[in-house]
């Protein structure tokens, strides 16, 4: 018979020391939305996504529409990435800033 498994707490400083996932190191200089789209091309369904809903976004239907697409393209950049290499700040400011700039604009 094996032991049970004990579970203990964890304190803060325990928890500041972890990453959940493991985060990409920062790369020497942002990348560019093309070399976005190069690792994960998924990202281009959501540019088309973000396109797409600019003229239908009212007033009142913008912060929905917007939450679409950022829910869209979280899971592609940024630290939930599901590539490790795009798993940082600086993938997510550049995908963040040209999705909108595409939602607001209609144009890429």
């Not at 985060?23 to 939305?33: G, Y």
């Not at 290499?85 to 963040?96: E, F, I, K, T």
Request: glycine content about 2%.
């Amino acid at each position: 018979m094996t032991e049970p498994v004990t579970f203990r707490s964890i304190t803060c400083a325990e928890l500041m020391t972890m990453k959940f996932p493991p985060i990409a190191p920062l790369p020497d200089r942002a990348p560019t939305w093309v070399e976005l789209i190069q690792v994960e091309p998924r990202l281009v369904e959501v540019e088309a996504m973000a396109l797409r809903l600019h003229p239908r976004a009212s007033q009142d239907d913008w912060p929905r529409a917007w939450s679409d697409v950022k829910a869209a393209f979280m899971p592609l950049v940024g630290w939930e990435a599901e590539q490790y290499g795009l798993r940082h700040s600086a993938a997510y400011d550049v995908a963040y800033d040209h999705l909108l700039n595409a939602f607001e604009t209609g144009k890429t």
